[in-house]
C-alpha cells in the first residue's frame, strides 16, 4: 500500500513540474483527443507526429452562447432560391427593418439586371451543365464521390437567382438601400459601409507598390471594433476583410510578445470566432462542402476542424485558435489589448494581402 502511494505521489509531482515547465497550461492527453504524440530525441515533437493526427468527426462547431445571427440571416445563408424571400421583403414592412433593408440589397446585386453595371452578372453556378461537368470530373473509383456531389449540391449546386433574373435595378438603387440599412443601424450593412470607405482610399497606382494600398483613420478603425462587439456573424467577418488586408498606414502585431500578425491566420481566425456567435460552420459551412466537394476533403463536419486539418500547418493551427479565443475575448469585454494596431507603413510593402472586394 505504501508503495502505491509513493507511485501517487511521483505521478503527481511529475504532472505538477510538466504544468510548471509549460508555464501553467494543462496539455495532458485527454485535451488533445486523436492525436498519438510522440517526441522526438530533441525534445519536440516527431515529424511523423502530424501524419497521426485525425480530425474529430463529432460535433460540428456550435455557439457557445445564444446564436447573435437572426432568423433572416439564417433563412438567407440556406442552400435554396431567394425568390420566396425577395417577395415577401418587397410586400411586408420586414423589407423597411435595417436589415430587411440590406438583404433587399443584396438579393438585387446579386440577381437582378442592373441595367447600368459595366460586369456582367455571373452565370447560374447551379446550372445542369455545371453540373454534369463536375459530376463527370469526380472518378467512380473516388471513395468520396457520394459526398462530394453532396457538397456540391451545398456549394455551387442551387440558383439562388431562381425566377429573379428579370428584375429590372440600377446601382443608385441598390446603393440608396444599403446606405438607408446602414443609416437605420443594421451592422452588416454599416460595416460594408465602411470597409468600401476604406478601399476607396486606394489611389491609380503609378508603380509597383506606389500608392495602391487602402488607408484607416482610427475613427474607422474604433468603428469596425464596436461593430464587431455588436456579434453579428456577417459584420464580424466584414470587419476581418479589412483589418487582415494591408493597409497602408497601419499593420498589427499581436500577444504579449509583440509578434507580426500573419494576415491568413488573422482572418480565418475571424471566421473561427464567428462561428462562437452563430455563424454557420458545420457541414454547411462553404469553406468545408467548397473543401469536400472540389478537394475531396471531406473528413471534416465543421470548420473549426476543417481549418486545423487541412487549412494550416500544426504551427499556423495553434496560432489560428489563439488568435480565434482573443478576438471572442475582444468582442465579449471590448479589451483589443491584445492585437497591436500600429501606425506605420507595412513592414513588408512586397507582401500584400486583400480579402473581400470593393465597393
Not at 90 to 112: N, R, V, W
Not at 153 to 175: F, H, Q, S, Y
Not at 229 to 235: E, I, Q, S, V, W
Amino acid at each position: 500500500m505504501k508503495g502505491v502511494l509513493v507511485a501517487i505521489g511521483i505521478a503527481a509531482v511529475a504532472i505538477g513540474a510538466a504544468m510548471f515547465l509549460r508555464d501553467g497550461r494543462d496539455t495532458t492527453p485527454s485535451k488533445v483527443p486523436n492525436i498519438n504524440v510522440r517526441a522526438s530525441a530533441a525534445g519536440g515533437f516527431a515529424p511523423e507526429t502530424v501524419l497521426q493526427i485525425r480530425p474529430q468527426a463529432a460535433s460540428a462547431s456550435k455557439p457557445a452562447e445564444a446564436s447573435r445571427r437572426s432568423a433572416l440571416a439564417t433563412e438567407m445563408a440556406l442552400p435554396k432560391s431567394w425568390k420566396a424571400i425577395y417577395d415577401r421583403l418587397k410586400s411586408t414592412p420586414e423589407g423597411q427593418t435595417p436589415e430587411g433593408l440590406h438583404y433587399l440589397a443584396t438579393i438585387l446585386s446579386a440577381c437582378a439586371n442592373v441595367t447600368d453595371r459595366k460586369t456582367p452578372r455571373r452565370p447560374n453556378p447551379g446550372s445542369d451543365e455545371a453540373r454534369a461537368k463536375f459530376m463527370a470530373s469526380v472518378s467512380e473509383k473516388d471513395p468520396n464521390r457520394k459526398a462530394r456531389l453532396a457538397a456540391f449540391e451545398t456549394t455551387n449546386g442551387t440558383d439562388r437567382c431562381a425566377d429573379l433574373r428579370d428584375i429590372t435595378t440600377t446601382e443608385a438603387e441598390i446603393k440608396s438601400l444599403r446606405e438607408q440599412a446602414a443609416a437605420a443601424g443594421d451592422p452588416k450593412a454599416r460595416a460594408q459601409q465602411l470597409a468600401n470607405e476604406i478601399w476607396a482610399t486606394v489611389k491609380p497606382s503609378s508603380g509597383p507598390g506606389a500608392g495602391n494600398l487602402p488607408t484607416i483613420t482610427d475613427a474607422q478603425l474604433e468603428s469596425l471594433q464596436q461593430l464587431a462587439r455588436t456579434g453579428d456573424p456577417a459584420a464580424m467577418v466584414t470587419v476581418a476583410s479589412v483589418l487582415a488586408s494591408t493597409m497602408g498606414d497601419m499593420y498589427i502585431r499581436a500577444g504579449p510578445n509583440e509578434q507580426p500578425v500573419d494576415a491568413r491566420t488573422f482572418y480565418d481566425a475571424w471566421q473561427l470566432a464567428s462561428c462562437e456567435f452563430g455563424a454557420s460552420c458545420g457541414q454547411d459551412n462553404r469553406m468545408v462542402s467548397y473543401g469536400c466537394a472540389f478537394e475531396g476533403r471531406c473528413g471534416v463536419d465543421n470548420l473549426r476542424d476543417y481549418y486545423f486539418f487541412h487549412g494550416h500547418s500544426p504551427a499556423q493551427s495553434q496560432t489560428v485558435g489563439e488568435y480565434s479565443a482573443e478576438i471572442v475575448r475582444a468582442i465579449r469585454t471590448g479589451d483589443w489589448s491584445y492585437f497591436q494596431f500600429v501606425r506605420g507603413p507595412p513592414p513588408n510593402p512586397g507582401s500584400v494581402s486583400r480579402f473581400g472586394s470593393g465597393p
